[in-house]
């Protein structure tokens, strides 16, 4: 057993498929119409047959105060690995994007947590 696809829930798909490609670097796998939303999923282009990530849509009455709850929390609903948090974080700030947590170094992690501006926060991470 593996892990095929996992997912966020966005508030706009269309600003989300724009921040997870042409902001952290995924690339679009699937689009497939399903009424006013889409089924749509990114992957890394290093594993384009890896685990999917679903940018999934949020209209369910139960996610908008799951979501809320996580960011107020500080907690982030997915993890990204990286080589290095420091130059990714490094360059995601150029790009403009807002970071919750700066490179912190947790015994042999180092994480970072940053806005998707889609209503989550995501941790990227890297072991050494």
């Given at each position: ?7 966020v829930?966005?508030d706009?798909?269309?600003k989300?498929l724009r921040?997870y490609?042409d902001v952290?670097?995924f690339?679009?796998k699937h689009e ?14 290093e ?11 949020d ?8 979501k ?5 929390d ?6 990204f ?13 150029g ?5 919750t947590?700066?490179p912190l170094?947790?015994g042999?992690?180092t994480?970072?947590?940053?806005d ?5 926060l995501?941790?990227i991470?890297?072991?050494?």
């Amino acid at each position: 057993m593996r892990i095929h696809i996992s997912s966020v829930f966005v508030d706009d798909q269309d600003k989300a498929l724009r921040f997870y490609t042409d902001v952290l670097g995924f690339v679009k796998k699937h689009e497939v119409p399903l009424g006013e939303d889409r089924w749509l999923t990114v992957v890394s282009p290093e594993d384009p047959d890896g685990t999917e990530l679903l940018l999934e849509p949020d209209g369910h009455p139960a996610v908008k105060p799951y979501k809320t709850a996580l960011v107020t929390d500080g907690i982030p609903a997915a993890s990204f690995a990286v080589d290095d948090v420091r130059a990714e974080f490094d360059r995601l700030r150029g790009l403009g994007v807002r970071f919750t947590q700066e490179p912190l170094k947790m015994g042999p992690v180092t994480t970072a947590v940053l806005d998707d501006t889609c209503g989550n926060l995501i941790q990227i991470v890297h072991s050494e």
